[in-house]
């Protein structure tokens, strides 16, 4: 069974820094896919974003971009010039090719101080 | 563009007590999810319909029965309450249900049992 293990319970910077969430998974497969998820107070779950494991560039969605290292298993966030408006809860989760059930991790609170 | 609407978005009951929770998406979605969301472990799934009339159990179906009415809606029901279900409760949707698309997720129902 796929894993996911995200190690770093809360994180707190300072407006405009750059930081960085872990996440790492356990699976036996060679295709797949991963996401990062953002859970703001209001509670909603917004993507933020997704990488196929087959291919080798990480993606980047304008300030979030990922760290993807397929043979250890890896898969962090970085956000640079944080805001106060990306203090959420970001859940990294796994999806096997061709299967329905996404597997997420514990989360990580991230509070950005002004 | 309301996307996933839950309703209710708060439910108290009573130990025993049977109640629906209900989930509708106007995205014309082939497949949608039901999970629940723990304190300190992420977002599980419960049970999740690839397509309107199949559904199929997550990791922690005990205790639940849906229904997916057509392709629009997708519901959650607890037949006896336990206190133990005390949780926030999420539906999602996607589009084809294949791995790489991803899931778009109601503003969740915060269910206390007592």
């Known amino acids: 069974a796929q894993t996911v293990t995200q190690s770093q319970p809360e994180m707190s910077v300072q407006e405009a820094e750059t930081v960085t969430l872990s996440c790492t998974y356990d699976?036996?497969?060679?295709?797949?896919?991963l996401f990062w998820y953002k859970q703001p107070p209001s509670r909603q779950m917004i993507l933020v974003i997704r990488?196929?494991?087959?291919?080798?560039q990480n993606a980047t969605e304008n300030r979030f971009s990922v760290n993807f290292q397929k043979a250890a298993k890896s898969f962090s966030l970085k956000i640079s010039d944080s805001q106060l408006g990306d203090t959420a809860m970001y859940f990294c989760?796994?999806?096997?090719?061709?299967?329905?059930?996404?597997?997420f991790g514990q989360g990580t609170r991230l509070t950005i101080n002004p | 563009n309301a996307g996933v609407t839950q309703t209710p978005k708060f439910q108290v009951l009573k130990t025993g007590q049977s109640m629906t929770l209900q989930c509708a998406q106007d995205?014309?979605?082939?497949?949608m999810y039901w999970y629940r969301q723990d304190p300190g472990m992420g977002l599980r799934l419960i049970y999740y319909?690839?397509?309107?009339?199949?559904?199929d159990k997550g990791e922690v179906p005990n205790g639940y029965n849906v229904s997916r009415l057509n392709k629009r809606e997708f519901s959650l029901r607890l037949e006896s309450a336990a206190p133990s279900q005390t949780s926030v409760y999420f539906c999602?949707?996607?589009?084809?249900?294949?791995?790489?698309?991803?899931?778009?997720f109601g503003d969740g129902t915060r269910l206390s049992i007592l």
């Open positions: 995205m014309n979605h082939n497949s």
């Open positions: 990488q196929e494991a087959y291919k080798q």
């Open positions: 699976t036996s497969e060679s295709n797949y896919y």
């Open positions: 999602a949707s996607s589009d084809t249900g294949l791995s790489n698309q991803p899931q778009h």
């Open positions: 319909s690839a397509s309107e009339g199949t559904t």
């Open positions: 989760a796994f999806v096997g090719q061709g299967a329905q059930k996404l597997v």
